[in-house]
């Protein structure tokens, strides 16, 4: 049996947040209209690396500026709206238009010269080696030679 710890304080933050957005669709306001959007991350940490994905649908790669400190990645572009002719319009549209921005913080230093990027179906992916001094080096430590130890 897995063991869940209850967090009462998200769970009346989350409470609060769909009561806002129920009150808000009855009054016909669009909170979403406001918000800025930021693209959603994925940071996997291997050994020797970190593997940041960004989702960044609708984007090529040169309206994208990344910028990799040693510690944290910054991502920011803009998705501008197409205003294309159409004889009946839209009912509605979901799509999110404007700029965004997001600085990641990354667990561990990297070698921000070293990064290896790629851009493909609207997933940046980057790919960090880990400084040498933020690697898990494994070390083994022999007891034997030491007078202190117990003979086996």
């Known amino acids: 049996m897995a063991l869940i710890r209850w967090q009462p304080f998200q769970e009346m933050e989350t409470l609060r947040h769909q009561m806002d957005k129920m009150f808000d669709e009855l009054a016909g306001y669009n909170r979403e209209v406001t918000k800025t959007w ?20 609708g984007l090529e790669g040169k309206d994208l500026d990344i910028q990799v400190a040693r510690e944290a990645v910054s991502i920011a572009g803009e998705t501008r709206y197409e205003n294309k002719a159409s004889e009946r319009g839209y009912l509605r549209s979901e799509f999110r ?21 790629e851009f493909k179906n609207g997933i940046l992916t980057l790919t960090m080696p880990k400084a040498e001094e933020a690697k898990n080096k494994v070390v083994k430590i022999n007891l034997a ?8």
């Open 145 to 152: 030679d030491d007078k202190t130890a117990l003979p086996s």
């Open 38 to 57: 930021s693209p959603a991350v994925e940071l996997e940490d291997t050994n020797d690396q970190l593997i940041l994905r960004a989702e960044v649908p």
């Open 97 to 117: 238009y404007g700029k965004f921005q997001r600085t990641i913080p990354l667990p561990a230093a990297i070698k921000n010269d070293q990064v290896q990027a």
